[in-house]
């Protein structure tokens, strides 16, 4: 089972790693920097359609009940 804190850690990685949180209806949402995420007890809340000044365009709440696994990415599919 995945964890607030599991994905706080990624988040706070210095250097930051590009991941992946893949959910149980099969959505899938690049992380590509730690400004895209914010951890509660219960849901990542993650920012969409990232404009080139950072500014997200909406948010995707997500249950973090439902994150089936978390998956590194290739450190060139950020940004």
Do not use: W
Not at 7 to 36: A, V, W, Y
Not at 38 to 48: D, P, W
Request: charged letters at 30%; glycine letters at 6%; one cysteine or more.
């Amino acid at each position: 089972m995945i964890t607030a804190k599991q994905i706080r850690e990624l988040l706070e990685t210095k250097p930051f790693k590009p991941f992946r949180i893949c959910m149980s209806d099969g959505s899938r949402f690049d992380i590509t920097n730690h400004d895209m995420a914010f951890v509660g007890k219960n849901t990542v809340e993650i920012g969409l359609n990232i404009d080139p000044d950072g500014f997200a365009e909406y948010f995707a709440r997500c249950s973090i009940l439902h994150i089936t696994r978390l998956e590194d990415l290739p450190e060139t599919v950020a940004r």
